[in-house]
């Protein structure tokens, strides 16, 4: 703006120093944007532009700039406000003037201005939203057959790839904990673990009912069947986070059931602990040796205790868990996968995305809606802090 108003002035015969070597910034950055993908909103709730221009966020950002927030988070705000008086008057100059070289320039000053602008509100939103004690947490992955009897189990299975999948695409580790099949190559129920860089943060919000609508390869008319099957996501806590007591476990050993080869129901190797105080239990009987089965019993038990705590904590907010589980019934949705439509509709933020294969492999659908699920979520956390504080103000 000030490089448009020397310009502005020197057309005018008014003495002016010469136009520093930014002059081009607004034009080379638009190029370059203009060069990637269009940049979705910072979810799918209402843009920046109209969050930013609600009185309640605006009476907020002015308490935190007047000292309540941090330096770092000052200078964003007082930076935003001085751009935006930026963007205000060099909006002015180019309406007073009508040379078109100066409305070239008026124009990629403006662009400039809009970019950092935009930026400034992106960094201002992240600053504000607190981030989570578990964020940075591994977890642990429960998928469980609902209502649809064999289909049920066979979309749990793909379901359960689609997922181990998605852990490779983003470099975490996956493995196994428990594998329970059925009879025509579906899931009963399955447990993993994810590791990896926020595993947690990303897929927190991926628990709940998940409802297919689909002919199943058991039909033999060609009807289309509804069935369900659910997912519950277990943040993995760290040995400082939750200490069990040795004396409060029942530890037994028995013969492992089901398909598996020579060491089924020939050895002990099969473990089922019991943490006496709360009735938790957990059974792993994945592998041949018993120490590599308990191993993976106790991080499951150490799982649902932590998530039980964290609910404990949390109450007030939601308590994630029976949220997620819910009662594993057809009208219990969090997202449809409807195959005859070729769609994928997630309930909780209404949006739909075409190409069902490509969104059960696991890459880039589905984890853009995953981003679109913690965008959201960022966005009724701040809705939250935001009347928090309005109320805190009233009383």
Known sequence: MRLLARTVRAAQGLRAAPPPARSCRGAALCRARAAEPPRRPL??????????AAPALRRFLEEQAGGRAGP??????????AK?????DTQALARADENED???????EIVSCQEEITELKRQIVLHLIPSEETDNSDLVMEVTAGVGGQEAMLFTAEIFDMYQQYAAYKNW???ILEYFPSEIGGLRHAAASIAGLEAYKHMKFEGGVHRVQRVPKTEKQGR???STMTIALLPQPMEISLIINPKDLQIETKRASGAGGQHVNTTDSAVRIVHIPTG????CQQERSQIRNKEKAMQMLRAKLYSIKLEEETRKRYNARKIQ???KGRSEKIRTYNFPQDRVTDHRINRTVHHIESFMLGEELLDEMITSLREYADYETLMEIISENVKTNLT
């Open 72 to 81: 770092e988070l000052r200078a964003r705000i007082q930076r935003l406000w």
């Open 102 to 108: 100066l409305q070239k320039l008026a124009e990629e």
């Open 173 to 175: 580790r996956f493995e």
């Open 224 to 226: 289309i069947h509804t």
């Open 43 to 52: 979810s799918s709730w209402p843009g920046l532009e109209t969050l930013f």
């Open 280 to 283: 938790v239990v957990s059974e």
């Open 84 to 88: 935006e008086q930026e963007l205000r």
């Open 325 to 327: 589980i819910g009662t």
